[in-house]
């Protein structure tokens, strides 16, 4: 059964620019570049995949800031380096090294995806429901929204837990199973994403009045409002009234937070598509030296890199 590793670009490289004091000989911040590229190459060398694949983020997705126009807007700027005050926080160093960390990649045997007015969460989605179902997935984030992908063919490492999260690994932490994961974060909200959900409702108030949120078994968004309302008429709680009061809310957030492909217009998906007939990526390490030559990187190990993908792809057949 094939192996995918699948990589959420910006938010694997947003940690690593912003924890990662790195600098090339020019004096010039590449921390984003170095924790990004030994993060992947560590993963592969554990996880062995038959193909890897890093999907970036490209604008955002237009569909559902149409739906929701507040989506994702903060109060203010998100500062890009949080933990280094000596290192400068600028955008011009981040685009420079994001530019040139895809660039670095684009000579590795990986798959690379940036489909344009669209999220990397609704590419991955698409990949894990459809694309590559049938493959065993990890996907590499600290992003909750994937939470839902969660199955016995995929998991997620957690950069910021520093574990594999699985579905027993859900349901410990929020006593929710995966399968109902997007519907507990549709009533709950989340503010990362300025998503508000119902007033007063946290997880905790959903497993304790509604247990089939635990199940395997889909609960679905009809048959949770109903049983709000059958549980509210029999209780009288401001939490429980709250969910239904703010029931178009939980409604419209579902359409914002499901993974699936209803963000996804035609032309997108095809894009994502075409990557995938391409059966052979670029490998070129003299290109990649170049690049690190050209930049005044010495602390990237380009040899380790490529030495891992080889030694995969021989153990695993391919060429």
């Excluded at 938010?11 to 590449?30: C, D, E, T, V, W």
């Excluded at 994702?72 to 420079?96: A, C, E, G, H, V």
């Excluded at 108030?205 to 049983?227: G, N, P, V």
């Excluded at 690190?292 to 380009?302: E, S």
Aim: charged share 25%.
């Amino acid at each position: 059964m094939n192996r995918t590793l699948i990589v959420d670009g910006l938010n694997l490289f947003a940690r690593h620019y912003a924890a990662h004091p790195a600098m090339n000989s020019n004096g010039a911040q590449i921390g984003g570049i170095v924790g990004f590229y030994y993060a992947v190459i560590e993963k592969v060398e554990k996880f062995k995949p038959h193909t890897t694949v890093i999907v970036w983020e490209a604008g955002g997705s237009k569909r559902k800031r149409d739906l929701y126009s507040d989506y994702k807007k903060k109060s203010r700027p998100q500062r890009l380096n949080r933990y280094y005050d000596d290192i400068p926080d600028t955008m011009q160093n981040r685009n420079f090294q994001l530019k040139l960390l895809i660039s670095i990649f684009d000579n590795l045997p990986v798959k690379q995806i940036y489909v344009e007015d669209c999220e990397a969460d609704d590419v991955i989605g698409y990949l894990c429901n459809y694309k590559l179902k049938s493959d065993i997935k990890l996907i590499i984030s600290s992003d909750h929204d994937y939470y839902q992908l969660i199955n016995e063919k995929t998991r997620i490492w957690s950069p910021t837990l520093k574990a594999l999260v699985g579905v027993d690994k859900v349901i410990d932490r929020f006593g929710i199973h995966p399968e109902n994961f997007c519907l507990a974060k549709c009533v709950v909200g989340d503010p990362s994403d300025n998503i508000k959900g119902a007033k007063g409702v946290g997880y905790k108030t959903l497993t304790k009045h509604f247990s089939r949120f635990s199940d395997e078994q889909i609960y679905t968004l009809e048959a949770f409002l109903q049983d709000a309302g059958v549980i509210n008429h029999e209780k009288n709680l401001k939490s429980l009234q709250s969910i239904l009061d703010n029931a178009d809310t939980i409604k419209r957030n579902w359409r914002l937070v499901l993974l699936d492909m209803q963000n996804l217009a035609h032309s997108q998906i095809q894009k994502i598509n075409n990557i995938f007939q391409n059966k052979h990526e670029k490998s070129d390490k003299m290109g990649a030296m170049r690049l690190l030559l050209q930049n005044g990187i010495q602390n990237l190990n380009i040899e380790r890199g490529f030495l891992t993908f080889k030694v995969n792809n021989l153990k695993d057949g391919n060429n």
